[in-house]
């Protein structure tokens, strides 16, 4: 079983490093209208926004992730444009007392349901560790830096696979097919005649950007973006 405390950690490290070598910050990354400047205020931000919800679940503060969407994206842009030694140290030190937090997050608090905003979308208090893991890592690939899902170890491609597939077939379109990894693995959904096939991380790619490079198949279904 992967200890994603651990990897948040080592995830982390990684991200740091990279970033520190990065020379410009204003350069597109691979999230549209985001600059890796927003990617890395972004992480920042959401460091500080999971750790109020630890707290709503460890101490009930009744705090949600964030104000509100807008909240959230002014929050972003007003980090926007500073020293990038600036920016990445913030990233750094963010994550410090949030891992000190996530370790508070016991069995008890898996079912506490938790808001991303007032009135807004819910996930329960057992998903946190597992989120912020995704964070990093997703993020990590979308500075566009050289970092990317063929780097990650075979547990966390297949833990990132099964979870985009749960989020996918609890979509509004759940999809047919039979995903086949280059590695021998299968995840036959639904009933359709068709398979597409990938590297692990080829396959998570697509189901985690809808970027379909490294994937192939005769009909290769759309997937619907941002579950």
């Known amino acids: 079983m992967t200890d994603l405390l651990a990897a948040i950690d080592q995830q982390t490290g990684l991200l740091v490093a990279d970033a520190r070598a990065v020379d410009d910050l204003s350069a597109p990354s691979l999230c549209e209208g985001w600059s890796r400047d927003h990617v890395l205020n972004h992480i920042a931000r959401n460091a500080e926004a999971m750790s109020r919800l630890v707290g709503s679940a460890v101490d009930g503060t009744g705090e949600t992730m964030y104000a509100s969407p807008e909240g959230r994206d002014e929050d972003i842009n007003a980090g926007v444009g500073r020293p990038g030694g600036t920016v990445v140290d913030e990233v750094e030190a963010t994550s410090v007392p949030l891992a000190q937090d996530l370790r508070r997050l016991t069995p008890a608090h898996a079912d506490i349901v938790l808001e991303r905003t007032p009135g807004g979308p819910t996930f ?15 993020h990590h690939v979308d500075l566009d830096t050289g970092f990317g899902f063929d780097d990650l170890a075979a547990d966390l491609q297949l833990l990132f696979i099964e979870n985009e ?6 979509g509004p379109t759940p999809l047919s097919v039979t995903i086949r990894s280059d590695e ?4 036959p959904l639904g009933t359709a005649d068709r398979d597409v096939t990938g590297s692990r991380a080829g396959i998570l790619l697509w189901l985690a950007r809808q970027d379909s490079s490294g994937v192939r198949g005769d009909a290769i279904p759309e997937l619907t973006a941002g579950l």
């Open 124 to 138: 329960k208090g057992g998903m946190l560790t597992f989120m912020r893991l995704r964070e990093v890592v997703y």
């Open 184 to 187: 021998g693995d299968a995840w």
């Open 165 to 170: 597939i749960k989020r996918q077939q609890g």
